[in-house]
């Protein structure tokens, strides 16, 4: 059994966590870190199976130390493709990576020829059947983390202009590792899930204080107290462009209001893996969700977007704030961008990469619109009634691709006599009228007021 004083970086082992049914388990972690405090160790450990925003400091009390995996001596650090690797001594990696390849045997509709939607019977289900050569493989879109979801099987690689640049960071150890320990902001207090750039010397405080209006945080209580008395802002800047009932959602212009918009990006960082843009905002435009009561409008979520963007993009980032998780607030602010672009006559998709949270979020907002459509069709003459792709994509704002790979997702498409026919069955039909009751939260068009800029023709934003 090794020591506690011989465990080093790189070094691999079961340690103990909770998982969510309050069980106790011992998963294989990789120590990242370890430091001293008045002559107890603490451990920063990752847990390789789990996401990054489960990493945590522990005692030595956690480790399994009979099952311990010394890093392997490397020379040098290996590089691949000019990029340097992982740090030198970590244990080898295998890096899984599922490339969703959809088979040579789906169909993949046309855009344009038009799909049957077949009535919701068991004989649908039988006729379908009867071409057993054609019937694809149920669920080949993978759903980790690092699915890009691109629905030709490619995944795209995230372009070096965008807000989501990939710059490998994760190989740092000083991005790799969370270092605020907790926000105030408002009546809440948030952990961190990932690192985020704020100033150095505010990572060794317990609390950092955030202004819940303006977002530049503090040392202190006492500073931000003083700070509340001098700022008058009691919701986000820039301009309310929607409203109904407690929600609304204010425009940001990244130019226009820049230490606002650094703040929300040093602010969300905190909680999204992949995002790296920070300083110049100067190409977004920030949609922050804000749910009002008599002390002010809070922020409970946003999604940035690029003034002009060459790929379709309707989102850059987007993130609800941990207290407001698992409400219906991420599916508002997705069926919002959607929203914006009906209004400007486009359709959009978001930035790939999407973070594991935000690819089920996606999800299940495409499948639920193009569920609501499809159910809603009328036969005509007794007739199935038919829909296109492109009709599809032209009613939701919903790019075709994105379209495309929900209903393969969903297992819809097949090919039966010569054409396309999407099947309901009622599995699926029961499953999304249980989830429409619980969807209370609505966007309601007649509420936005918003005009779209053209940003190409004004000169640099």
């Not at 317990?206 to 503090?218: A, D, I, N, R, S």
């Not at 991420?330 to 999407?354: A, D």
């Not at 006599?417 to 999304?432: A, C, M, N, R």
């Not at 009751?437 to 190409?456: G, V």
Request: charge should be positive; glycine fraction near 6%.
């Amino acid at each position: 059994e090794a020591e506690v004083g011989e465990i080093i970086e790189g070094c691999r082992l079961p340690v103990l966590r909770r998982n969510q049914d309050n069980e106790d388990e011992w998963p294989l972690a990789e120590i990242l870190s370890v430091k001293d405090i008045s002559g107890r160790k603490l451990f920063y450990v990752h847990y390789i199976d789990f996401n990054k925003r489960l990493d945590e400091w522990v005692t030595h009390e956690r480790l399994d130390l009979k099952k311990i995996q010394f890093p392997k001596k490397e020379a040098k650090t290996p590089t691949k493709n000019g990029l340097p690797g992982s740090r030198p001594g970590s244990p080898e990696r295998e890096v899984k990576r599922k490339v969703e390849v959809v088979s040579p045997a789906t169909p993949v509709p046309s855009e344009t020829a038009p799909a049957s939607v077949f009535p919701q019977n068991g004989a649908a289900r039988r006729a379908v059947a009867a071409q057993p050569g054609r019937k694809r493989k149920s669920n080949c879109l993978g759903t980790d983390e690092d699915s890009q979801d691109s629905s030709d099987g490619i995944p795209s690689a995230p372009r070096m202009t965008g807000s989501l640049v990939s710059d490998r960071s994760h190989d740092d150890i000083v991005t790799r590792m969370k270092n605020i320990e907790c926000i105030e902001l408002g009546r809440h207090r948030l952990k961190p899930w990932y690192f985020s750039p704020y100033p150095q010397e505010l990572t060794t405080l317990p609390v950092l204080y955030l202004c819940e209006f303006c977002l530049k945080y503090g040392r202190s209580l006492k500073c931000l107290q003083r700070h509340l008395t001098k700022c008058d802002l009691r919701h986000p800047p820039g301009n309310e462009i929607y409203r109904k009932g407690t929600i609304s959602f204010f425009e940001i212009d990244g130019r226009k209001n820049k230490s606002y918009s650094q703040n929300l990006c040093l602010l969300a960082k905190c909680f999204l893996d992949h995002k790296t843009l920070y300083y110049d905002t100067d190409p977004f435009l920030f949609y922050v969700m804000t749910e009002y009561d008599c002390k002010g409008f809070h922020i409970v979520g946003y999604f940035s977007k690029e003034k002009e963007s060459t790929e379709d993009y309707n989102v850059a980032c987007i993130l609800t704030l941990p207290p407001y998780q698992r409400r219906g607030y991420g599916k508002l602010l997705i069926e919002f961008s959607y929203e914006l672009s009906k209004v400007e006559g486009k359709t959009g998709t978001p930035e790939k990469p999407l973070s594991d949270l935000g690819l089920l979020s996606y999800r299940s907002y495409w499948s639920q619109t193009i569920l609501e459509i499809l159910m809603g069709l009328k036969s005509e003459s007794g007739e199935r009634p038919q829909i296109t792709i492109n009709e599809i994509s032209e009613i939701t704002s919903i790019k075709k691709e994105d379209v495309i790979s929900t209903l393969q997702y969903l297992n819809l498409i097949n090919y039966y006599k010569g054409q396309y026919i999407l099947t309901l069955s009622e599995d699926i039909v029961d499953g999304h009228e249980r989830a429409m009751l619980k969807r209370l939260l609505r966007i309601d068009s007649k509420c936005l007021h918003f005009t779209p800029k053209d940003w190409s023709k004004r000169g640099k934003w």
